[in-house]
């Protein structure tokens, strides 16, 4: 390692920033590293300009990798460098206004049901039934399980923030009972011990790959054409849950949301609001459209 690579590890640290974070940021800036062939403390602020013209011109980068390139190498060169650039001040990735895909609850249950693999199909289920973000529910260990009062602990999610979200009985009863296939004694969804071949000495849960493309075959096989991802499950829960009438600033909270402004996109997103809004539509034009051909 580096001492840059070291001192940006360390200011990252002591920013608080979780460690998939700082592995993000880390990965960006060795990306602009190798883009121009030498260490990053060496790159000019021109050269900084023409990097993010050329992702987002030649490369057509998602407005999500030019966010983390950005944050990555505003934090490098403002933070660890001393460098406050004014060409950083102008970067912004362009803004994009997308409502993410929902699934139907008759659609999650016939995807779920297309899972061939335990560990796979329990861990989307909790996933939809908790409203998880993915390493949430790859990563989940017994102790987070408040049985007595129904409720599941997501500790240390993004932000850093812990929150508390409801456990459903059926997917208590559905942990409890795929937990005694192995039985270990920290994670929920164990990865294999390659060295035993077995789940119950396993060092760390099952990794996130492998459950995106179990996912994904499971979408495919079941003739799905919306553009669903593992994450489509959290979106789907909250979805169904404001139809269900619970309230949007209950459902930000087990979102873990910090804005409601992030939670309220559901809202255009619920079917049981399309259809009043569209009946009130109907009725408000009947007579002044009636009789017009």
Request: one cysteine or more; hydrophobic letters at 40%; a positive charge.
């Amino acid at each position: 390692m580096t001492p840059l690579r070291q001192r940006m590890l360390e200011d990252m640290q002591l920013h608080g920033l979780s460690d998939r974070t700082q592995q993000s940021y880390l990965g960006a800036v060795r990306q602009l590293a190798l883009h121009f062939g030498k260490p990053p403390d060496q790159i000019t602020e021109e050269e900084l300009r023409q990097y993010f013209l050329f992702l987002r011109n030649e490369r057509h980068a998602a407005r999500s990798t030019i966010t983390i390139a950005l944050c990555a190498i505003k934090f490098l060169f403002e933070r660890t460098l001393q460098r406050p650039w004014p060409t950083l001040a102008l970067l912004r990735p362009h803004t994009e206004h997308k409502l993410p895909a929902v699934l139907s609850v008759e659609e999650v249950q016939t995807i779920l049901s297309c899972v061939h693999i335990a560990r796979y199909r329990v861990c989307l289920g909790v996933i939809y039934a908790c409203g998880l973000r993915l390493m949430e529910g790859v990563s989940l260990t017994i102790s987070q399980i408040d049985s007595a009062r129904m409720l599941l602990h997501i500790q240390n999610g993004k932000g850093n923030k812990d929150r508390y979200v409801p456990l459903p009985q059926p997917a208590l009863l559905l942990l409890r009972a795929y937990w005694r296939t192995h039985r270990h004694p920290i994670w929920l969804f164990p990865a294999l011990d390659r060295a035993t071949l077995t789940l119950q000495t396993a060092a760390k849960p099952m990794l996130e790959d492998g459950l995106q493309r179990a996912f994904r075959a499971a979408v495919q096989e079941a003739g799905m054409h919306k553009h669903a991802t593992v994450h489509t499950l959290r979106h789907s829960w909250a979805t169904h849950l404001l139809e269900a009438g619970v309230s949007l600033r209950q459902i930000q909270a087990w979102l873990g949301h910090s804005s409601l402004t992030t939670t309220s996109r559901y809202t255009h997103l619920t079917r049981s609001a399309e259809q009043r809004a569209s009946q009130t539509l109907d009725g408000l034009l009947e007579d002044v459209l009636d009789g017009l051909l």
